[in-house]
């Protein structure tokens, strides 16, 4: 079992590095402790990524801003791992993990991956054709442009069903899955 490390309250939240890089909490929240709180401050521009993984039981992800009022939520079912990707301005946050109910307590391992002023790139799906296409962002210039296809996934008939950072590398990856037979895929970014 994860000891405490998270805050229980805003007031008490754990402060984090904010100068960017990968960081990883392993920690756990139930009946009597049914919230962890998280903070830190930007001074500029940054990309934030949120996983929250290796649930005993469902949970919920959020982003909050500096008075405490959500910003995005991720709340998928049972322990399906929840993910946040957003760009933020310059400020204070909180990330918040609950239990979710019925079962309010469940162990969790939080990834967060702070980049400042990054370039979050855009990902362009064909749903006719299946093609792939990635716009690499890069501040001051033009996008370039590569078709993407992922070699296990190339019938039109896959959908992304999730983007997280399913391998702890810091890179958001994408969760394929196909509908009708409901087999899954991880393109691994």
């Not at 500096?66 to 990330?95: E, F, H, K, W």
Request: aromatic content about 8%.
């Amino acid at each position: 079992m994860p000891g405490e490390t998270a805050g229980t309250t805003l007031s008490t939240a754990l402060g984090l590095n904010a100068t960017g890089g990968v960081q990883s909490f392993r920690d756990r929240v139930d009946p009597l402790n049914p919230n962890d709180y998280y903070r830190f401050s930007l001074d500029s521009g940054a990309s934030l990524s949120l996983s929250l993984q290796s649930l005993s039981s469902d949970a919920t992800l959020q982003l909050l801003d500096g008075r405490g009022t959500v910003l995005q939520t991720s709340a998928n079912p049972d322990t399906v791992a929840d993910a946040i990707a957003t760009t933020l301005n310059p400020g204070t946050y909180y990330i918040r993990v609950s239990a979710a109910l019925p079962t309010p307590s469940t162990d969790y391992s939080l990834t967060v991956n702070l980049q400042a002023n990054a370039n979050f790139d855009l990902f362009w799906r064909d749903t006719a054709t299946g093609t792939n296409t990635q716009w690499q962002m890069a501040a001051g210039s033009s996008p370039t442009t590569q078709t993407a296809a992922p070699v296990r996934f190339v019938d039109a008939s896959w959908q992304m069903a999730a983007v997280a950072d399913f391998n702890r590398d810091g890179t958001l990856d994408i969760l394929w899955r196909q509908p009708t037979s409901g087999a899954n895929g991880i393109w691994y970014m």
